[in-house]
């Protein structure tokens, strides 16, 4: 693992670091928020999956989460949205697939299933790394995300409920085999059977099994993507449909940009703060 930067900022550190990952075989980023409470003991950790064409950049220079980090004594941890460089064709040409637009899915058509291997990146590997050199409570871990990393955040929760104390989103990508975005990926990275889409579409993994607490979803009511990509009242609807709790909230005025996010940061950090 190598520190690529390293900037004070709120009394703590961000850092960035790189490293070989076994998982996506090549080499991955990840940028990490340590508080200054983190200098004296270890701290739960929150994990934010960001959207299409992010890096491990986009949230810690946007979102301004890192003043509540240090308030509610948590560490940030924001990993890149793919690999990059891997050598397979395409995979620069378009901006809603291959590089910064993994999905947050395991592959498993050729050529993308030798390196788009995010789920299991996130889920298994990264929270290892992050445990090992950082001193974070590794039993008390939560998840969130944008757009994409929304839809990332919640399927990682919903499929590992014991792994995570809480999960929320904001404008997730909430039904992604209904919406193209998820239809391009989902065929390109996991093959023509839509049955195997299933277990990565949050509205579908609710359906037959639960998150244990309530999951918390902002949603800006100007969002551009809205209608046609991110579709919550279809995730609200299998959610009152299994008895899921949730909290969807539609905020006027708002439209899918980190503005929106920062906007309501600090209300995400409390609600894993809370539950952390």
């Not at 899915?105 to 929270?127: C, F, G, K, N």
């Not at 008390?140 to 989103?169: E, F």
């Not at 990509?229 to 959610?239: G, K, N, R, S």
């Amino acid at each position: 693992m190598d520190l690529v930067s390293q900037t004070k900022c709120f009394g703590g550190s961000i850092e960035v670091y790189s490293h070989a990952s076994i998982a996506c075989q090549s080499p991955m980023k990840f940028s990490i928020y340590l508080p200054p409470q983190a200098k004296a003991r270890s701290l739960p950790v929150l994990y934010f999956l960001s959207g299409l064409t992010c890096t491990e950049e986009n949230f810690m220079a946007k979102a301004g989460a890192q003043q509540f980090a240090a308030k509610y004594g948590l560490i940030l941890v924001a990993p890149d949205t793919s690999p990059r460089n891997t050598g397979i064709a395409g995979e620069d040409e378009d901006w809603d697939f291959g590089t910064g637009a993994g999905f947050y899915v395991d592959a498993t058509a050729a050529p993308w299933s030798q390196h788009y291997r995010m789920y299991s990146y996130i889920v298994d590997e990264l929270p290892e790394l992050i445990g090992e050199n950082f001193p974070v409570l590794r039993d008390r871990q939560s998840i969130t995300g944008h757009s994409m990393g929304g839809h990332g955040a919640l399927i990682c929760a919903l499929r590992n409920p014991d792994r995570y104390r809480s999960v929320s989103a904001f404008a997730p990508i909430c039904a992604p085999i209904q919406c193209q975005w998820g239809q391009k990926a989902f065929s390109n990275y996991l093959g023509a059977n839509q049955n195997d889409w299933r277990s990565y579409d949050a509205s579908e993994l609710v359906r037959v099994g639960q998150f244990p607490g309530s999951i918390l979803i902002d949603q800006g009511s100007e969002d551009k993507f809205l209608a046609n990509q991110l579709l919550p009242t279809v995730f609200q609807q299998a959610c009152a449909d299994v008895g899921q709790s949730l909290n969807l909230r539609i905020q006027p005025g708002y439209d899918h940009s980190y503005y929106f996010i920062a906007s309501f940061i600090e209300d995400h950090i409390r609600f894993h703060a809370e539950m952390l």
